[in-house]
């Protein structure tokens, strides 16, 4: 039975991309600040946050989807939830990871597809986004950086994701060209952050001021940390 939508909006899947937190091959922008356990360990927490919040969110289907290691204990852990399915990353470059996780999440009412690198994204601002697809073919939530943090639609469309400079601050400005050519209506609810550079870091603890805290308890709970 589909999760209940607070809001009366039909179900609207959600699927997040995510990286399994292997030291040195995660967060490497907060290397320098963190070094490569700390940026691992703020992945893990990055993760887990994320899938609670959606779960929290009620507003249909959560899907994982991993890049690297799906094995990862920790994509093991969200396997256990009820209400997660874990799936591998399919696609040589981000836009082909976003389009095929949507046309593998199909709902009626639409999917969102996210990331975890936007701890300050919350269940309110997903269940907007599922309400936004009521009226509109796509919704998009802007990144501060140009980018953007979560992208939504009825029905994929490949040209959304073709020649989209990933990575840059164009990709907020591209994304809205294709959307025009396709003669889409789409909303913007919000627009938010992300953490990708120690600057970023220092912003979120001082929103969480137990940020600090939790990864060093999460260090002390590892049996072979160094």
Avoid at 87 to 112: C, F, I, K, W, Y
Avoid at 120 to 139: C, G, I, K, N
Wanted: net charge negative; with cysteine; proline share 9%.
């Amino acid at each position: 039975m589909p999760p209940a939508n607070p809001d009366g909006v039909g179900p609207v899947g959600v699927a997040i991309l995510a990286r399994a937190p292997i030291p040195g091959q995660v967060k490497t922008r907060l290397i320098p600040a963190l070094g490569s356990a700390g940026a691992a360990r703020f992945q893990h927490w990055l993760l887990q946050r994320t899938v609670h919040m959606a779960l929290a969110a009620d507003i249909g289907p959560v899907s994982l989807w991993c890049d690297g290691a799906p094995r990862h204990p920790d994509f093991a852990v969200c396997n256990s939830f009820e209400r997660v399915t874990v799936h591998q990353q399919v696609g040589d470059d981000l836009g082909m990871r976003m389009l095929t996780a949507l046309q593998e999440s199909p709902n009626p009412q639409g999917t969102l597809v996210i990331g975890t690198d936007c701890p300050v994204m919350t269940a309110r601002h997903l269940q907007l986004a599922a309400q936004s697809l009521r009226d509109h073919d796509a919704v998009v939530v802007p990144a501060e950086d140009g980018g953007y943090v979560l992208i939504g639609m009825k029905t994929p469309d490949p040209r959304l994701f073709q020649g989209i400079t990933w990575g840059s601050a164009q990709v907020m400005g591209q994304t809205r060209l294709r959307l025009s050519e396709l003669g889409w209506r789409w909303a913007e609810p919000v627009s938010l952050w992300d953490v990708d550079r120690p600057d970023d870091f220092e912003r979120l603890a001082a929103l969480m001021p137990d940020l600090r805290t939790d990864l060093a308890r999460q260090h002390g709970n590892q049996p072979n940390s160094p």
